[in-house]
């Protein structure tokens, strides 16, 4: 079993920034991928990046590539996700996800998730 844990969420004016945070615990050897999505009210969870533990590759949802940044700290079995440039569009609950296989957008492909952490940005 993997344990995920978000926090940093907030509420942040249009073109602010705001860093999340993932903890990871349990199990975490047998995950490859760790991700975030957003969900936001009245619409279908979706990708926003993802990285690999291993390699650190990264992957990004075109909606917020150049102003997202997604890191992983091994060392504190940490993923975060830097978001600069916050714009009202952003606003949603944000999740943390892990999966054994590589990347993928799909959130039925991943495990585990953490419970959410919402991110408002006002206009």
């Known amino acids: 079993q993997v344990e995920l844990v978000e926090s940093g969420g907030g509420l942040v004016q249009a073109g602010g920034s705001l860093r999340l945070s993932c903890a990871a615990s349990?199990?975490?050897?047998?995950?490859?991928?760790m991700a975030w999505f957003r969900q936001a009210p009245g619409k279908e969870r979706a990708f926003v990046a993802s990285?690999?533990?291993?390699?650190?590759?990264?992957y990004y949802a075109d909606s917020v590539k150049g102003r997202f940044t997604i890191s992983i700290d091994n060392a504190k079995n940490t993923i975060y996700l830097q978001m600069n440039s916050l714009k009202p569009e952003d606003t949603a609950i944000y999740y943390c996800?892990?999966?054994?296989?590589?990347?993928?957008?799909?959130?039925?492909?991943?495990?585990?998730w953490g419970q959410g952490t919402q991110v408002t940005v006002s206009s």
């Open positions: 996800a892990a999966r054994q296989g590589f990347e993928s957008t799909g959130p039925s492909m991943y495990a585990y």
């Open positions: 349990g199990r975490t050897f047998s995950t490859n991928t």
């Open positions: 990285v690999r533990w291993s390699t650190t590759f990264t």
